[in-house]
């Protein structure tokens, strides 16, 4: 099979099971991935929570979480990988960029991400997981219509067409609420910060606390139009 019939078959299979799944359960949809593309199947984690690698867990012991170290992290999110690693039965792999933080401030000059926040995502989270999903048809996130505007049309399971790939969000139609719940009620470990007045946890120079009543993400490039690194579109 061609590479573009291979493509062309795994869009309108993403296509097809993302109306099929719509009211699916996110374990069911997660065991849908883990039938159809087993190893070929990876779930991605910024750390700020573990929710969807606990799910993929328990539908797919052992299953590969891939997780991006930009190099701007939070100790409290290396540490929350860390700790995914050592008590998940999950497999988490860790992706970088192909330069350090000091070699890109040598080519591009110190603090990118305030000067080009779009070209800093881009060389340090956008290429290092087009590259590190290269071994996998199929990618697991944990987007959520609620959380902002740009995602509120996010399909349990759609076609990447940037990457070629299926794009499975199990929790899509999940609530913080819903998030919440299955948090305490599993003991999902969770990143400090969101209880440190963090709604949402990125790299460090780009993620502010929220104030209450603001929009979940409103503290990721705050006082930027920007609402996006680049990763979901």
């Known amino acids: 099979m061609t590479e573009t019939a291979t493509e062309d078959r795994l869009r ?11 009211d699916a359960s ?5 065991a849908w991935a883990a039938d159809t593309f087993g190893k070929r199947f990876c779930v991605t984690s910024s750390m700020e929570d573990a ?38 039965d999950v497999n ?3 992706l970088t960029p ?10 591009y000059g110190p603090a990118l991400h305030d000067r080009d926040p779009d070209l800093c995502c881009a060389l340090r989270k956008v290429k290092p997981l087009e590259e590190g999903l290269g071994a996998y048809d199929a990618w697991a996130t944990g987007l959520r219509r609620d959380e902002s505007p740009t995602r509120a049309g996010t399909p349990v399971v759609g076609w990447d067409a940037r990457r070629r ?7 899509a139609r999940w609530t913080q609420d819903d998030v919440d719940a299955y948090v305490a009620e599993h003991g999902v470990l969770t990143n400090p ?8 946890v990125g790299c460090a120079p780009c993620t502010r606390r929220t104030a209450e009543g603001e929009d979940a993400r409103a503290g990721r490039w705050a006082g930027r139009a920007k609402t ?4 979901h579109g």
């Open 228 to 231: 996006e690194c680049g990763l």
């Open 98 to 107: 192909r330069q350090t933080v000091a070699e890109q401030d040598a080519q």
């Open 26 to 30: 996110a374990l069911d949809i997660l």
């Open 92 to 94: 988490v792999i860790t």
């Open 12 to 22: 309108v299979l993403a296509e097809q099971a993302g109306r099929e799944l719509e």
């Open 165 to 171: 790939k299926v794009k499975v969000s199990p929790i």
């Open 193 to 200: 910060l969101l209880t440190d007045g963090y709604a949402s």
């Open 51 to 88: 929710v969807v690698a606990h799910l993929a867990s328990r539908a797919f012991p052992g299953v590969d979480v891939v997780f991006l170290d930009t190099g701007y992290h939070f100790e409290e999110t290396i540490g929350t990988r860390d700790a995914v690693a050592a008590v998940m």
